[in-house]
């Protein structure tokens, strides 16, 4: 029993030590600190959802707030529990965005003769010039997702399934277009 | 591991930059402590004591209402910052309690008031232009520490910032109707009550709507840069 929490201790100690350089931009530890927390918040999710398939989905959505939260961690604090509130508060917004998804989506017989419409048959958003050029200026990837999410308007499931990645990875792409794009059409304020 | 999810590892350790951490809690906490304190001096220099306070010696019903309101807002401000940046849950749940505790003494403390009504004691109206200004008053003195509790959840983590942004306020209007109680000279039970006894309830919900805007307007800031 001891010994179980002593081994505890130690690696929680080196996740601190892991994050504590990554956020001094250490880039190679702060890459093994997530790899080494993938198998824990694997078992952590599927104790939740209980549900193999959705696992993935929820655990790089919990890297992804681990990402986003990583400057609220003090190494001189404990890092078990901000790890877990992290993990317990991005599974608890998975679980609700899933169960309202679900409750959106309409029975498969209820489709039956309903074609899928293509990307551009969908609604699209009208873009200003200077947002077209901006959008154009940005990496493939990048503004594949932000035209998937914002200008065909489609949910981030049904974009990841287009663009063939995953939701996680989606949204990080998502999310450095639009920086990109407030970064280009800043520069072309007077 | 699936192919995805090492490619969301390899793109988020890719060019990943260095990050300002939030300052410690119990560095926020002394600097919201003195700010409020400080605050709350300067109104009742300001304002002066009222007769009931000035001689030190209240009836219970004032120690009931102020051992409430003084409970509600250290457990609004505890719960705020321990909600601010993870894992502090024991805080949460430790200021939520105090909240909850203060709650109950602050409704205690105005049924005693209430009751003093069919004693004699004059009731008043329910609403004038004093419960205005001692609203206002409890807002005015809550403002500077609540700003620097929204400050501080812009700046870190939180799971529900709404709630952590009126767990702050409401907590600190509390903490802001300590002076207002201890220097307006009105009589009127309802008055008491009503602004100075439940003014969490009642300018704090406004002051929580402000505050709510400006986290808003910081984090929409901070995401940009």
């Keep these: 029993m001891s010994e179980e929490r002593d081994e505890r201790r130690a690696r929680e100690g080196r996740w601190s030590e892991l994050m504590a350089a990554g956020q001094d931009g250490d880039a190679p530890a702060y890459e093994q600190l997530l790899r080494e927390l993938l198998i824990p918040l694997r078992a952590f999710a599927m104790s939740r959802l209980g549900d193999p398939a959705s696992v993935d989905d929820v655990v790089q959505n919990v890297l992804l707030s681990i990402h986003r939260a990583r400057h609220s961690y003090r190494p001189e604090r404990p890092f078990g529990p901000w790890l877990w509130t992290i993990a317990r508060n991005a599974v608890t917004d998975s679980l609700r965005a899933r169960s309202t998804r679900l409750r959106r989506e309409l029975p498969i017989d209820e489709l039956e003769g309903i074609d899928e419409p293509s990307v551009e048959q969908q609604p699209q958003l009208a873009l200003s010039p200077a947002l077209r050029a901006a959008l154009d200026g940005l990496p493939p990837a990048q503004r594949q997702a932000v035209e998937l999410m914002h200008v065909h308007q489609l949910s981030v499931a049904e974009a990841a399934e287009r663009a063939g990645v995953s939701p996680g990875a989606l949204k990080v792409r998502a999310h450095r277009g639009y920086k990109a794009l407030r970064v280009a059409l800043a520069d072309e304020k007077p | ?225």
């Design chain 2, 1 to 225: 591991m699936s192919r995805s999810t090492d490619s969301l590892i390899r793109e988020l350790s890719r060019g990943l930059q260095p990050v300002r951490r939030v300052p410690p809690l119990h560095r926020v906490a002394a600097l919201a402590a003195a700010l409020a304190l400080a605050t709350a001096a300067i109104a009742l220099v300001t304002w002066g004591l009222n007769e009931t306070f000035r001689g030190l010696n209240p009836e219970p019903r004032y120690w009931v209402a102020i051992a409430g309101l003084l409970s509600f807002a250290a457990g609004g401000a505890a719960a705020a910052l321990g909600s601010t940046v993870p894992g502090n849950d024991p805080l949460i749940r430790g200021g939520v309690a105090a909240m909850v505790a203060g709650a109950m003494l602050t409704l205690l403390g105005s049924a005693l008031f209430l009751a003093r009504i069919s004693a004699g004691e004059p009731a008043g109206s329910f609403w004038s232009a004093l419960s205005l200004v001692c609203l206002g008053r409890s807002s005015l003195v809550a403002i500077p520490a609540a700003a620097l509790l929204t400050l501080f959840a812009a700046r870190g983590f939180p799971h529900r910032p709404w709630l952590t942004v009126g767990f702050g306020t409401l907590g600190l209007v509390a903490f802001g109707a300590l002076p207002v109680t201890m220097s307006c000279g009105s009589e009127s039970i309802f008055h008491i009550v009503f602004a100075h006894v439940l003014a969490p309830a009642t300018a704090g919900l406004g002051l929580w709507a402000v505050l709510w805007l400006l986290y808003a307007l910081l984090r929409s800031r901070r995401e940009q840069s």
